[in-house]
């Protein structure tokens, strides 16, 4: 993939953006099935309209072979791709470009960066796939810098070693998704972790955000499949051993994961890796009501089952993403992976948990079996549907945007005892806010991943927006759904990272001594304060 076949303002790539007709659907769905008033239709905007402000700095000497300061490697590296990015792109604003960009080679040129950087008081902008949603690369920073310049590390893109024996990989941090597991397919194996944003997100973004996978219980972070880690800072280097396990104090390898760029650079890690499940079991379970099939999920996750996919989808989830006929239904996802069987047995006591609880299984139970090629997946239109649109529904918030159409969303972790009070005033809170702000509003929510402890709750937000004033009506909503999330034990954020947008509610959640223990840490490695400044922590 090169940078110019994808949006410079939206998800994914230019040429799989929603066309005209599939517009046309999507502004008559939600103006028909959630009462929305007519839609406008604009233009996606072109790049050749964006003026931006002049770089402040110029293009040192001894950066000059793998640095850039024309206006569309800036654009490119203005945001990320949260919904509030993407509008500010519609709008061709992007008025936060950065200043240079960079493209080191290797970790000599990332050295000189890091160098260069803190002798210039320039603020240094770490950027794998560049698909954070929480303003985590954007040059947008507070304090007396001379300047920004974005670390693009795509160059880190290689498999360095294959470690068959204990099964894992030592990989660089800029690789994408797809490219770690086509070529790990060589060897017969597979880093199993497929976040939404796979296909344009990188090794080292996983590990600087705690990314969040497929897997719904179990292994459901990338921080679940490291064995090492190693990262460039501006003063010092740290590199952990690599070991399946340590109980050697706190684990330096924590220090890293989700750090956010704000202590360094992760160039390359040890993963886990293995062969690729061949057998699966799945079935999707139908509910009359969303208490019911919210029990299910904690009774099938605190068995001791470890599903692969164990999702709540309430009725309206299933509504948006039209995939049951029947508008009261909530749905469970349920899914079993297995290396030597069928994991026949695995889904039958989850089906018998969640039919415990009220619910129903009418297409049954069905099976893959890739060593035979037996593959009657088709038979669960739902759960099939839903695999579908995975990967293809982000390109729906960007058609959105451009029909004035709010598609946002926000996502928590808590315990189950405080689940019911969390989800009924967040739902009251982000209903009243919709209301309030834009008329009506609808709201949509499924568990993404599941613990025995508590649910990860997803919630989608959909209203309409007066595309002048989009962005101010959306953080009204978002500011008060995510306060009551807070006010309810929620955590701030699963697996989105902190960044600079979620950074006040990320200040309720953790202790003042625990954030001035980090900020001497950050003293430590980067004393001149460059590295992703304003991030996590002031
Ligand atoms: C449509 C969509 C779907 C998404 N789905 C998911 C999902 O399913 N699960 C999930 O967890 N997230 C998801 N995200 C969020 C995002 O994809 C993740 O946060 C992802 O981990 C970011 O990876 P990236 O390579 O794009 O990192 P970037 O966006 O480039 O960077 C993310 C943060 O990490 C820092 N960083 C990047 N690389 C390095 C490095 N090598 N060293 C140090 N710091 C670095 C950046 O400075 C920034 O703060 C989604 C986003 C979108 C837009």
Redesign the pocket.
């Known amino acids: 993939m090169s940078d110019r076949d994808r949006s410079f303002w939206a998800?994914g790539y230019e040429d799989e953006l929603l066309g005209d007709s599939e517009r046309e659907d999507l502004a008559a769905f939600v103006e028909e099935e959630f009462d929305f008033p007519e839609r406008p239709r604009l233009d996606y905007p072109e790049l050749s309209n964006v003026t931006l402000p002049e770089s402040r700095l110029d293009v040192p000497d001894e950066l000059a072979d793998f640095c850039a300061a024309d206006k569309e490697t800036r654009v490119r590296h203005t945001y990320?791709?949260s919904w509030v990015d993407r509008v500010r792109g519609f709008r061709e604003n992007f008025d936060s470009a950065p200043d240079l960009v960079t493209r080191p080679e290797d970790e000599d040129e990332l050295r000189a960066v890091l160098e260069w950087a803190s002798d210039a008081g320039a603020a240094v902008?770490?950027?794998?796939?560049?698909?954070?949603?929480v303003g985590?690369?954007e040059g947008d920073v507070d304090g007396d810098f001379a300047g920004v310049v974005s670390v693009n590390?795509r160059e880190f893109d290689e498999l360095l070693e294959v470690d068959e024996t204990s099964r894992s990989a030592k990989i660089q941090?800029g690789k994408l998704g797809p490219d770690i597991n086509d070529e790990l397919a060589d060897y017969g194996l597979n880093l199993r972790h497929y976040?939404?944003?796979y296909r344009?997100?990188?090794l080292?973004?996983?590990l600087?955000?705690h990314?969040?996978g497929h897997y719904a219980t179990n292994y459901t972070h990338i921080d679940d499949f490291v064995e090492n880690v190693r990262m460039v800072a501006p003063d010092g280097e740290i590199e952990t051993r690599r070991l399946p396990s340590s109980g050697a104090g706190p684990d330096p390898n924590e220090l890293v994961l989700g750090s956010?760029?704000i202590l360094g650079?992760?160039t390359e890690a040890w993963m886990n890796v293995v062969p690729r499940p061949p057998y699966s079991a799945r079935a999707t379970m139908h509910f009359d009501s969303f208490d019911e099939v919210v029990t299910a999920a904690r009774r099938v996750v605190q068995s001791g089952l470890t599903p692969a996919n164990c999702r709540v989808l309430d009725k309206n989830h299933a509504k948006l993403n039209r995939l049951t006929a029947d508008a009261d239904t909530h749905l469970l996802l349920l899914g079993f992976e297995a290396n030597d069987a069928l994991p026949e047995e695995e889904l039958d006591r989850a089906i018998a948990l969640a039919e415990d609880e009220g619910g129903r299984c009418p297409a049954g139970a069905f099976y893959v079996d890739e060593t035979t090629g037996e593959d009657d997946r088709g038979a669960s239109e739902p759960e099939r549907r839903w695999r579908d649109e995975f990967f293809r529904d982000?390109y729906r918030t960007d058609a959105f945007i451009s029909l004035g159409v709010m598609r946002r969303t926000f996502e928590t972790a808590v315990t189950w005892d405080q689940f019911p009070s969390l989800h009924t005033d967040v739902t009251e809170a982000a209903m009243d806010a919709m209301e309030r702000v834009c008329g009506t509003g609808f709201l949509a929510t499924r568990f993404t991943h599941v613990y025995p402890e508590g649910p990860a709750p997803y919630y989608t937000m959909l209203a309409p927006v007066d595309p002048d004033r989009a962005i101010e009506q959306a953080e009204e909503i978002k500011q008060a759904a995510v306060d009551t999330v807070i006010d309810h034990g929620g955590t701030t954020t699963h697996?989105?990272?902190v960044?600079r947008a979620h950074k006040p509610w990320y200040h309720r959640e953790t202790p003042e001594d625990y954030r001035d223990a980090l900020r001497a840490m950050k003293r430590s490695l980067d004393p001149e304060g460059v590295m992703?400044p304003g991030?996590l922590v002031d």
């Open positions: 998800w990320g791709r902008v770490p950027v794998g796939g560049g698909t954070s949603v985590g690369v590390l941090a976040p939404q944003s344009f997100s990188t080292g973004g996983w600087a955000t990314a969040g956010e760029g650079i992760i982000p697996h989105h990272a960044g992703n991030v």
